[in-house]
């Protein structure tokens, strides 16, 4: 079904963060966005104008509920414990594989992950492990990630009651060119693991 000219007006402004942003903080002259979407979209007509207008001043309105919980989600991430231990492999395993096989490894190491998909398990594990690891899985290993460091950021308990805590923390790192590699969590324990070239730049731009 084709997308109306909100829903395009919206999507537009999601896939463009830094017009998101300003548009959130009330930065932005909204005809000249309009003719930018309307330009980009290859529609401008008149009436797609207004209804790009219409649409951007709704979607803020929206963004400016989403500004009450950030002040939330800094306050929380201020108070937040960063954790990070470099020299992490992850390993992306067939799910043919008997799960005895790493069952010794993940009862012993000291940081063992285990990520069951549908058609695999991801495991996150020291450096350490790699070689035991890699003989005991053999040919059920499809791709090893090496050179890896985890980030984990220890909150309290509120972080279950405040909206948007993970987006919030998700978008920090592609705003800042970092990519996530694999990204878990557990009650007040969010996990990203990154390059460990990123490890320096991510420690600063999660200073809060």
């Known amino acids: 079904m ?4 909100a829903e395009l007006t919206v999507e537009y402004i999601k896939n ?3 017009i998101k942003s300003c548009l959130k903080s ?18 401008e007509k008149k009436t797609s104008m207004e ?9 803020q309105d929206k963004l400016s509920k989403e500004k009450f919980y950030e002040k939330k989600i800094k306050d929380l991430l201020r108070d937040s414990e960063i954790e990070m231990k470099n020299k992490i492999v992850v390993f992306i395993v067939k799910k043919s594989i008997n799960k005895n096989s790493f069952q010794k490894i993940q009862n012993e190491a000291d940081l063992f992950f285990l990520l069951e998909g549908s058609s695999s ?45 993970i987006a919030y923390l998700t978008s920090l790192f ?4 970092v990519n996530i590699i694999e990204f878990l969590s557990s009650w007040t324990d969010t996990l990203f693991i990154i390059d460990k070239k990123d490890v320096n730049k991510a ?3 999660l200073e809060f």
């Open 26 to 43: 009330g930065l932005i002259n909204y005809s000249s966005l309009a003719r930018q979407i309307a330009k980009d979209l290859k529609i």
């Open 174 to 177: 592609a705003e800042n060119g």
């Open 16 to 18: 463009h963060p830094n």
């Open 2 to 5: 084709e997308k109306t000219t």
């Open 121 to 165: 398990y991801t495991l996150i594990t020291q450096e350490k492990n790699k070689n035991i690891l890699e003989k005991k899985l053999k040919e059920f290993i499809i791709k090893t990630n090496k050179n890896l460091a985890l980030v984990n950021i220890k909150s309290g308990n509120d972080i279950e009651n405040i909206p948007g805590v």
């Open 51 to 59: 209804a790009i207008l219409i649409a951007a001043r709704r979607f």
């Open 203 to 205: 420690l600063e731009f």
